[in-house]
């Protein structure tokens, strides 16, 4: 579908333009984004935990919570401290990002829901919100 913008008019002065997408066209872009802030070899999870935008990865679970998501790894390495924890479900993103070709964790995690659900955790809003934060320009989905 393509982007329709909204133009400021004079008597409102110099608003920023808002482009109307999909949905699957505005985590296109966001995905575009969040591709480029990963460096080779990690996991976006622990990219955006570490710097503390978009989803925050891993840190916005509680560690139960964290090793309840994580149960099939957790209950292997119980004693394992959680930042040992998150590495290893970290591999396994990577893991499983080479084995189906997607092109980050989200993608990955919206059809296998391992550790979350993906993009179908976030609302049309919370996806807007991230549009902000990371592209520094509003879109709205609809």
């Not at 575009?32 to 955006?48: D, I, S």
């Not at 994580?70 to 401290?81: L, Q, V």
């Not at 930042?83 to 990955?108: F, K, N, P």
Request: proline residues 6%; contains cysteine; charged residues 30%.
């Amino acid at each position: 579908m393509p982007t329709k913008e909204i133009a400021p008019s004079p008597e409102r002065g110099a608003l920023p333009v808002v482009h109307h997408l999909s949905r699957p066209a505005a985590i296109a872009r966001l995905r575009e984004r969040l591709k480029t802030l990963v460096p080779e070899g990690e996991c976006l999870c622990l990219t955006v935990e570490k710097s503390g935008t978009f989803c925050r990865g891993f840190a916005r679970e509680a560690d139960g919570e964290f090793r309840s998501r994580f149960d099939w790894i957790a209950h292997r390495h119980a004693d394992t401290p959680r930042q040992s924890l998150e590495e290893i479900a970290a591999l396994y993103h990577q893991g499983r990002l080479e084995a189906t070709g997607a092109e980050i964790c989200c993608d990955v995690e919206t059809r296998e829901r391992a550790g979350c659900d993906g993009w179908n955790g976030f609302d049309n809003r919370q996806l807007e919100e991230f549009a902000l934060e990371l592209l520094g320009s509003p879109f709205h989905i609809g």
